[in-house]
Nanobody
């Protein structure tokens, strides 16, 4: 059973930074991709970034490209999302999820964390 635990959310001023962590356990060979998603009140869930745990390939949505960086520490089974130049529109609950190799859409991810709130406000 794959378990994912997010941490690192909080309140930050516009232009500030946060680093989210996603600690994974119980991985099997079938789950190679860790993705970060977010959902703001009244909006649809948005996939913002994912990384392959095996080869490190990454993807970023246009909304976060150049500001967010995803990385992994295979020894710790942890994926990080470094978020810089945060904007009020980045306010959302952020979730990490585990999916098979090449997973892109949210429906492809089978395991989800509980989410961590990120609020960008002055």
């Amino acid at each position: 059973q794959v378990q994912l635990v997010e941490s690192g959310g909080g309140l930050v001023q516009p232009g500030g930074s946060l680093r989210l962590s996603c600690a994974a356990s119980g991985f099997t060979l079938g789950y190679d991709t860790i993705g970060w998603f977010r959902q703001a009140p009244g909006k649809e869930r948005e996939g913002i970034s994912w990384i392959s745990m095996s080869d490190g390939n990454t993807y970023y949505a246009d909304s976060v490209k150049g500001r967010f960086t995803i990385s992994r520490d295979n020894a710790k089974n942890t994926v990080y999302l470094q978020m810089n130049s945060l904007k009020p529109e980045d306010t959302a609950v952020y979730y990490c999820a585990a999916g098979p190799p090449g997973a892109t859409s949210g429906w492809e991810y089978d395991y989800w964390g509980q989410g961590t709130q990120v609020t960008v406000s002055s």
